[in-house]
């Protein structure tokens, strides 16, 4: 089916995403189309590799002014490449492949179950250089800490169109597994009202679930360093305590126990939970990180 057909974007839509050139609420649209239909995906693939390679002719050129993109373009425009291009437009492509393949079928295709989801969601941000937020969120793979208000902080394309597959699944089944996916789609977009609601109704669905009440924590330590609140700490040790007591063997929520802590400015007990993490999970970049923090914390005691 072409994409002008009746219930696709049109290709100057799917050109404007493509090169991040749409308002949000046009964004959000194209997601949730993009999330079901694999001919405007793959057009959408294809325009995202040829502006890469393009730029880097453009560098390679010193030419500082950018032309926008068309669908059309990129379908007529067959040229004579040098090896350099060649390869960076091969590398574009197979980096787009392989997150095709790490997403899975939820986002490129068939439908699945929540778990799969949220994995999707970690695999799209396991691309970034840094891990969404400064605490530890369950089922996420280590990253440096997150800069503040950084540049290239925006969501990716591919970490929206995980998001609207799970707001789409939440609105059809609205288990405590869906919420909890969910607010943490809306966390690692910043969009903190919408996250702490959302882990907060999951949390009161299962009380006990030790990776909702981490997840929760996680979420009130990124909004309080967002928006310099230190109101917000107690509430975030509050859900890290429940979820140690709810599970005891929960890393994660040892790590933003600690986390906390020191947000709280109570040194001595921060580094007691620092070493106490290390002492847990005594290897590992999760466990650098926490002897690095536990050391500056303890420097600061008399």
């Given at each position: 089916m072409a994409i002008e057909?009746?219930?696709?974007?049109?290709a100057e839509a799917l050109?404007?995403?493509?090169?991040?050139?749409?308002e949000a609420r046009g964004r959000s649209e194209i997601e949730r189309h993009l999330a079901e239909c694999a001919d405007c995906r793959a057009v959408v693939v294809e325009t995202m590799t040829f502006l890469a390679s393009d730029a880097l002719d453009r560098n390679a050129a010193g030419v500082t002014s950018t032309a926008a993109a068309s669908v059309t373009d990129?379908?007529?425009r067959r040229p004579v490449v040098t090896l350099t291009r060649a390869a960076a437009a091969t590398l574009a492509l197979a980096a787009l492949t392989v997150l095709a393949v790490r997403l899975g079928p939820s986002i490129f295709g068939d439908r699945c179950g929540t778990g799969r989801a949220r994995q999707q969601l970690?695999?799209?941000?396991e691309l970034?250089?840094?891990r969404p937020v400064a605490g530890r969120l369950s089922g996420f793979s280590y990253g440096p800490a997150p800069s503040r208000g950084a540049a290239g902080s925006e969501p990716s394309p591919e970490v929206r169109i995980a998001a609207a597959r799970l707001e789409e699944a939440a609105r059809a089944d609205g288990s405590a597994a869906n919420?909890?996916?969910l607010g943490v789609a809306y966390l690692v977009q910043h969009d903190f009202d919408r996250a702490i609601a959302t882990l907060e109704l999951a949390v009161q669905q299962e009380n006990g679930n030790?990776?909702?009440q981490n997840d929760l924590a996680a979420a009130y330590l990124e909004r309080a360093a967002w928006e310099r609140r230190s109101d917000l700490l107690p509430s975030a040790l509050a859900a890290a305590e429940r979820a140690i007591a709810a599970d005891a063997s929960l890393n994660d929520a040892y790590f933003n126990r600690a986390l906390a802590l020191e947000g709280l400015h109570l040194d001595a007990r921060a580094g007691e939970a620092w070493s106490a993490y290390v002492a847990r999970?005594?290897?590992?970049p999760w466990s650098r990180e926490a002897a690095s923090r536990a050391a500056a914390r303890i420097s600061f005691i008399p």
């Amino acid at each position: 089916m072409a994409i002008e057909d009746r219930g696709h974007p049109d290709a100057e839509a799917l050109a404007q995403y493509a090169d991040d050139r749409l308002e949000a609420r046009g964004r959000s649209e194209i997601e949730r189309h993009l999330a079901e239909c694999a001919d405007c995906r793959a057009v959408v693939v294809e325009t995202m590799t040829f502006l890469a390679s393009d730029a880097l002719d453009r560098n390679a050129a010193g030419v500082t002014s950018t032309a926008a993109a068309s669908v059309t373009d990129i379908r007529a425009r067959r040229p004579v490449v040098t090896l350099t291009r060649a390869a960076a437009a091969t590398l574009a492509l197979a980096a787009l492949t392989v997150l095709a393949v790490r997403l899975g079928p939820s986002i490129f295709g068939d439908r699945c179950g929540t778990g799969r989801a949220r994995q999707q969601l970690v695999a799209a941000l396991e691309l970034a250089p840094t891990r969404p937020v400064a605490g530890r969120l369950s089922g996420f793979s280590y990253g440096p800490a997150p800069s503040r208000g950084a540049a290239g902080s925006e969501p990716s394309p591919e970490v929206r169109i995980a998001a609207a597959r799970l707001e789409e699944a939440a609105r059809a089944d609205g288990s405590a597994a869906n919420h909890a996916a969910l607010g943490v789609a809306y966390l690692v977009q910043h969009d903190f009202d919408r996250a702490i609601a959302t882990l907060e109704l999951a949390v009161q669905q299962e009380n006990g679930n030790a990776r909702f009440q981490n997840d929760l924590a996680a979420a009130y330590l990124e909004r309080a360093a967002w928006e310099r609140r230190s109101d917000l700490l107690p509430s975030a040790l509050a859900a890290a305590e429940r979820a140690i007591a709810a599970d005891a063997s929960l890393n994660d929520a040892y790590f933003n126990r600690a986390l906390a802590l020191e947000g709280l400015h109570l040194d001595a007990r921060a580094g007691e939970a620092w070493s106490a993490y290390v002492a847990r999970e005594p290897s590992g970049p999760w466990s650098r990180e926490a002897a690095s923090r536990a050391a500056a914390r303890i420097s600061f005691i008399p």
